[in-house]
């Protein structure tokens, strides 16, 4: 999976030069159910709320509530990538998603992937909008009471959030070169403003 363009920060985008996506590909991994047994076998996640393990020649069929958590060996991003099942949304609306972890410690970011359709102008008077499917990220922050919140993540809202060593920050982001527009860079950098609480 080819990732060509990422959105910044509020929906971080990729478009990709094939309708294959990681939530489309069955991957190496474990599953812990409900009861906290632990499956091993090939996954093949939902981009919203579904699992599929497959296993002794069989697919078992999960829903988010059912699942405390899964890892998977994710070859096209070249990494492990762990996920929660965590209750998000008002009231009337909660219910169960598959939330990936980028960090956890003083500040726990959580991330969740969705397909959009984006309308793009060809670029002449005469040539009719084209359609793109674009794979969208969107971060979350995880309290410590497991509230699940949205974070618009602009820069001033990192500033704000990442406060407290905000000048070690973007001396870090600097030095290694880390580009906000992408997701495990993210990651790289709420990891390292961790590390100066985390025991």
Known sequence: MKA?????????????????????????????????????GLIKYGSESTLQLMRDGNIETYDAEKVVSFEIQDESYKRTRQFYSLRYGAAEA????????????????????????KTLSQGTDMAPPKKHHVLVEKYFLW???????????????WNELLVER???VNGYIKQRRLNLRNKYDVKQIIDFYNSFFNP
């Open 166 to 168: 905000i000048s070690d």
């Open 4 to 40: 060509l363009a990422f959105c910044l920060l509020l929906a971080v985008s990729q478009e990709l030069s094939a309708q294959t996506y990681s939530f489309d590909v069955w991957h190496k991994g474990k599953v812990v159910v409900a009861g906290w047994d632990t499956l091993r």
């Open 143 to 157: 309290d410590k009471r497991n509230a699940v919140a949205s974070f618009r993540g602009r820069p001033k809202d």
């Open 94 to 117: 909660n219910k169960y998603f598959f939330f990936e972890l980028l960090s956890y410690g003083k500040v726990t970011v959580l991330s969740r992937e969705a397909i959009e359709i």
